[in-house]
Each structure stands twice: as structure tokens, then as C-alpha cells.
């Protein structure tokens, strides 16, 4: 395990509260991952039984009730790239995000163009509500999900292309790694032509290669389905 702060807080176990297939609850996975941080995987079912998220006992964890939620003693806390700033401030290696200089603002904007203009426009309650509320189709659905995550994409392949080398900033893995790849897993599924977006092919293909983003993948996870 990586280097903790001295606080007492952090002498308690880490409970991480996801779903399997969920790339915000990936994203952290895969920080906990590089990191190498043990943690407990608490499961929570998005689809079962009209979704776990919605059970008395985690909205009391999250009224947002999305995942995922981080626990480490008193210590609680939604939102994934807060989660994240969490790890980088309490185990320090690999940063995922430098303390301070110009590729401080570079990584974080590059990772919010993923975690927070292109991801929530296409994640499960927004495919709900279009299904439930307009009666959109499962075939018009997923074309909502490509027009957003291609959207989106054709930007950051263009920004990416000037700053990237194995990893989206440079050699070395930051936030934009750990934010993209869940997103390449989720624009795969919906049948994304990824060859469109040569840099971030290129770079999801080669951080696959490593352990900590093939521990994280969700086909690897304990409450995996099918």
C-alpha cells in the first residue's frame, strides 16, 4: 500500500461503494489500482430490483443516490473526481494530478471535458428518463449516447493530440488516463467507431496493457455479470 497520511482517519479500511459497470465507480477503481490501495467492494445493483441506489439505506449514504461513494471512517464522499483528489492528497504515488504548474490545469480541464461534459449527458438514469419520459426507442437511445460521447470525443482527440505521448499528458498516467478509459469502454458498448479518434484509441489500447487499468476493467470485478 502506497504511503498514507498521519491522520487517524486514514488507519481505517477503505470501503468503496460501485457498480461493476458504472465508469465513474471504474474511474476510481482504477485510481485505487495504480495506487495499489487496498480497499472493500461494497456492490451496489443499478438495475436490480428497480436499483439498489434507490434502497433507504444508500440515499441515506448519498441523496443523489449515484455512485460511487467512498468510506474511510468518518471520511465519506461522493463524486469520483473528488474521490480522486482525496487519493492524490492522502497516497501519493503515481500522482494523477500534479501539485501545482501549468499541466495541473491542463490535466484537470482535459479530464473534465470527459467526467463532466461528455459522461453524464450518456449515463443510465439520462438513457432512463429519455426511455420513460419521450418514449425514445433502444436504437434511438443508443444514437443519443454516440451523437454525445462523438461529440465530445472529436474535441479531445484534437486537444489531446498536441500535449499527448503514451498517456494523454505526456509518459507519464494522470486523471485524463484514469477518466478516458471508462469512457472508451462505454463508447465500445455502444457501438462507437473508436478509429475515428486515432490519439484516444491509441492511448485506451496501450493503458489496457497495464495492471492496475486491466484489474480495474469491469469484466475483472466481483459482482461482474454477464
Known sequence: MSHQDSSDELTHPIQLYGYWRSSATYRVRIALALKGIDYELVPVHMLKDGGEQHSD???????NELVPVLKQGSVEINQSLVIMDYLDDHFSSPRLVPERGQKKYLIQ?????IAIDVHPINNLRVGEYLASSYAVTGEQKVEWMQYWIERGFAALDERISKCRGRFCVGDSVSL????????????????????RFPNLNEIDLYCNTIDGFVDAHPSNQPDAEP
Open 176 to 195: 485524463v488516463d484514469v477518466c478516458l478509459v471508462p469512457q472508451v469502454y462505454n463508447a465500445r458498448r455502444f457501438g462507437v467507431d473508436m478509429t
Open 109 to 113: 480541464s482535459l479530464a473534465q471535458d
Open 57 to 63: 439505506s444508500f440515499h441515506q449514504l448519498n441523496p
